[in-house]
């Protein structure tokens, strides 16, 4: 039982931090959008042009803290049952299609909206129920992964494989797009 109120406080600990994180990126994008802003009204273009590649660094990161958070939350159901993992979990990108069209190529956009469209998917079909709450109560035995909890607990495993190979293609897509920032 103390192993369990401990593994409790540690998985509330890192929603915690992971929600802070994507906080602090979000206030990040909204400083990085307003220095835009005043440069492109009064700045150097090597100003601008920093500008916008910190505005893109930005919003590629709060992307895919969330898309890590929501692969972790998935992960975690591949053992046991966690609620609170899958209720911390964003449904929505939450940036505009304009700034993730600035900040990625056509064909990742896609993917990060079909990633974000799976996973809702999954979370309607296995954690939602007709009253539109999360279940908390899943019928089976987590061991055997029988019942609805064995159900919920496969479609798991294979999310999370699909969801790997989706963040692997962008990843690899990003690296060979995304050119380094020049400081001089």
């Keep these: 039982m103390d192993h369990l109120i401990i593994f409790i406080i540690i998985a509330v600990v890192i929603v915690i931090i992971l929600s802070i994180c994507q906080l602090v990126v979000s206030f990040k994008i909204i400083h990085r959008l307003k220095m835009q802003k005043n440069t492109e009204t009064g700045g150097s273009r090597n100003e601008n042009d920093l500008s916008r590649q910190y505005l893109k660094e930005e919003v590629i990161t709060a992307v895919f803290l969330k898309m890590f958070t929501i692969r972790n939350a998935v992960h975690k159901q591949t053992t046991n049952l966690h609620v609170k993992s899958i209720e911390n979990t964003p449904t929505t990108i939450g940036i505009s299609d304009d700034l993730l069209q600035k900040a990625f190529s056509k064909n990742n956009v896609e993917q990060i909206n079909l990633y974000f469209h799976t996973y809702n998917n999954y979370r309607q079909k ?38 790997d190979k989706m963040l692997t293609e962008i990843q690899k897509e990003e690296k060979m797009t995304n050119t380094p920032i020049s400081y001089t």
């Design 126 to 163: 296995y954690w939602v129920n007709k009253h539109h709450k999360l279940r908390t109560v899943f019928p089976g035995d987590i061991a055997q992964k029988s019942g609805d909890v064995g159900k919920m607990m496969v479609a798991s495993e294979q999310l999370v494989k699909q969801l």
